[in-house]
């Protein structure tokens, strides 16, 4: 009886774990369709709510997911190193080290501010999600951000496609928020003001630690003005 108790508990245990709404996405890099990948991205980008409750329920998708946010950001500080980037009229041009440093930042700081806002969905407003949902879609629509390297081949476009780019990830990253954890409008708006004060303090952290030159890259994309990076 004791024995049984005791595996009785352990199963508990983990179920328990097992749905957690907070646990991170489960990866398999053996069947990775980056092909549907793209398609699911056209209907995030265009606000098809049905295709993000799609995405966030098909856990086959967060390896694309990762893919897409890890090749977004590594497009944005390739960009970085090749072109440079120009900060109160100086241009500034990074070693392979620093866009290379810039590129793993900034790829956790996504991870990072996907997390936070789907705690502060889910601990503070009582969301009905999961943060491996929000990942899959999040994480998708974190492509747009390879946008950006338009603005660093065109450097008169540039301020202007990080102000689209910025301000239409935001708009998804509502979306995807009120879509995902079933949240009301004001909640959703909420969420994301909250998680921009903590992204602001992650930035401010970083350049405490003296990456401060990664600012002049023009970070951008849905999560920290933008919640999908």
Known sequence: MGVSLFFNIKDMQHHTEHESPLKFPQLN???????????????????????MEEVAHDG????????????????????????????FMVNFKP?????FTSWVVLTITCLL???????????LFMGKGSF???????????????????GFVIPML?????????LWSLVIGFVALKTVFKLDTSNTILT?????????????????????????MG???????????
Do not use: W
């Not at 890099?29 to 098809?48: A, C, H, M, T, W």
């Not at 540039?158 to 910025?166: E, N």
């Open 60 to 87: 086959n998708l967060s390896s694309v997911a990762l893919v897409f946010l890890m090749g977004g950001t590594f497009i944005v500080a390739l960009c970085f190193y090749i072109f440079g980037a120009t900060s």
């Open 158 to 166: 540039g301020a202007f496609i990080q102000a689209a780019v910025t």
């Open 192 to 216: 994301m003001i909250l998680a921009a004060l903590v992204i602001i303090s992650l930035n401010s952290g970083v350049s405490y630690l003296g990456f401060n030159d990664m600012g002049k």
């Open 95 to 99: 070693d392979l080290g620093l866009a």
């Open 219 to 229: 970070m951008g994309g849905p999560v920290s003005a933008h919640i999908t990076c």
């Open 113 to 123: 501010e996907m997390f936070v806002a789907s705690v502060i969905a889910l601990k």
């Open 29 to 51: 890099f053996n069947d990775v369709d980056v092909g549907s990948g793209f398609s699911y991205f056209g209907e995030i980008i265009k606000l098809n709510k049905k295709t």
């Open 132 to 150: 491996d949902q929000f990942f899959r879609v999040a994480g998708i629509a974190s492509l747009l951000s390879a946008l950006m390297a338009v």
